[in-house]
């Protein structure tokens, strides 16, 4: 079974922090994937990567960087965290672009920015 | 890019009812993705859809590729507890392995 695994399930932090979401899948895919999921707003894509140091940003990067040293691990940074970026995180991996390939999604960051 | 619409953004519904949500693009697709997302949980594949007309089932869940190829409808029959979660649909991956989502669909089943 593909497993997409991320650090935290629950992360409180001030705001300014420096915050680092990790994932990791084992699968062996060469893509993936963070999102963000606001009520109403569905998943919105912040950043993927398509190999190791290769990144590319998604609808709504501002705010965010990420990091893909190793082909297992995708970071998502938030250099300075506010407020408005409470949120829960969602980390996606997949194999390839074919239709038959679908995204295997972490069980998700609830991130609170005080 | 893609543009899509999901209907309802959320319904509230009586165990053993029928419910039926639905998403409509702004260009064809060849492929209609619906996934389903427990409470705390991350999304997980539900049904996957290849060809204009297809029906295709998983339990008591039915998902058509509609004949325009420019919507989708996902049916749940007789709803138990555990249909409760947020439905998404999603569109073909790009080259990227990109999807594009709904906004979701949140479905509350009472007893």
């Known amino acids: 079974d593909v497993k997409v695994t991320q650090s935290s399930r629950y992360l409180v932090k001030r705001t300014g922090e420096k915050v680092f979401l990790e994932c990791v899948q084992d699968m062996d895919h060469e893509n993936m994937f963070w999102y963000r999921q606001d009520p109403g707003l569905g998943l919105r894509l912040i950043y993927f990567s398509y190999d190791v140091k290769m990144k590319e940003k998604g609808d709504i990067p501002e705010g965010y960087s990420v990091s893909r040293e190793k082909k297992e691990r995708f970071s998502l940074i938030l250099e300075s965290a506010s407020t408005n970026q409470t949120s829960m995180y969602l980390c996606?991996?997949?194999?390839?672009?074919?239709?038959?390939?679908?995204?295997?999604f972490g069980p998700g960051t609830r991130l609170t920015v005080l | 890019g893609q543009q899509l619409n999901q209907s309802p953004q959320s319904m509230f519904i009586q165990e053993g009812e029928d419910v039926s949500m639905n998403c409509t693009s702004s260009s064809i697709f060849n492929t209609w993705l619906w996934y389903k997302q427990d409470p705390g949980e991350g999304p997980v594949l539900l049904i996957a859809l290849y060809k204009a007309g297809e029906l295709t089932s998983n339990g008591r869940l039915t998902a058509q590729f509609g004949i325009t190829r420019k919507d989708s409808f996902l049916n749940i029959s007789a709803s138990i507890p555990s249909d409760v979660g947020i439905y998404f649909c999603a569109g073909p991956p790009d080259s990227w392995g990109k999807l594009q989502f709904g906004a979701g669909t949140q479905v509350v089943v009472t007893p």
């Open positions: 996606a991996s997949t194999g390839g672009a074919i239709s038959t390939d679908t995204q295997y």
